[in-house]
């Protein structure tokens, strides 16, 4: 089957522009997760649901960063007021109930904010 | 808080050998699990192997073994016959049973397989 996918693969945006990154999770999967992978570093946790509500929203690092997931499925991260701080990459993963068990990961979306 | 250390930002070995890769963590909690992610250029983190806190058995997967020293917190990655496709960041991470299920993670450990 499908694995997790996140689109785009890469984004450049201009510092103070808004941008927003899609995450399609394994079919079936409950659990979501955000993190944010800067250059050198380990992922670092942003943001878990588990279907449509954020069960856990502790690592957004301010109010510029708010994500979605409507439907249970499809998740979308949202940065408004981009600041260059703000590069990384983004990765996404899901799980199939909570555990934790294992989370598969998506390719990452790398932004650049210029 | 769960914080996740590796102390070996680079390793390198020759294909065939074995190399170990170290992590520390801490937690105050008693139900934790601990993984082994791979991360290859292509950016997609694998699942290299998991380990159950409350299980005092080493977790194996094929040519990967760990190392779980539970009173040390220390949690170590063990690769034998090493092959280039091995190449990769390696990184550990602890996650709790029943709290928001996130991972944290260390900052990982660039491996070099040589021929």
């Known amino acids: 089957g499908a694995g997790v996918s996140q689109t785009p693969s890469n984004k450049v945006t201009e510092k103070g522009k808004y941008v927003e990154l899609r995450c399609d999770p394994i079919s079936g999967h409950t659990a979501l997760y955000w993190y944010r992978q800067s250059l050198g570093q380990g992922p670092e946790f942003l943001i878990y649901?588990?279907?449509?509500?954020?069960?856990?929203d502790s690592g957004l690092p301010n109010d510029r960063f708010f994500a979605v997931r409507p439907e249970g499925s499809v998740s979308t991260l949202k940065i408004q007021r981009t600041e260059r701080g703000d590069s990384a990459v983004y990765l996404c993963?899901?799980?199939?109930?909570?555990?934790?068990?294992?989370?598969?990961f998506g390719p990452g979306t790398r932004l650049t904010v210029t | 808080a769960q914080t996740v250390t590796q102390s070996q930002p680079e390793m390198s070995v020759q294909e065939a050998e074995t190399v170990t890769l170290s992590c520390t963590y801490d937690?105050?909690?008693?139900?934790?699990?601990l993984f082994w992610y791979k991360q290859p250029p292509s950016r997609q983190m694998i699942l290299v192997i998991r380990?159950?806190?409350?299980?005092?058995q080493n977790a194996t997967e094929n040519r990967f073994s760990v190392n779980f020293q539970k009173a040390a917190k220390s949690f170590s990655l063990k690769i034998s016959d090493s092959q280039l496709g091995d190449t990769a960041m390696y990184f550990c991470?602890?996650?709790?049973?029943?709290?928001?299920?996130?991972?944290?993670f260390g900052k990982g450990t660039k491996l070099t397989v040589n021929p």
């Open positions: 380990q159950e806190a409350y299980k005092q």
């Open positions: 649901f588990q279907g449509t509500g954020a069960a856990d």
């Open positions: 993963a899901s799980s199939p109930a909570t555990g934790p068990y294992e989370q598969y």
């Open positions: 991470a602890s996650g709790l049973q029943g709290g928001s299920e996130k991972l944290v």
């Open positions: 937690t105050s909690e008693s139900n934790y699990y």
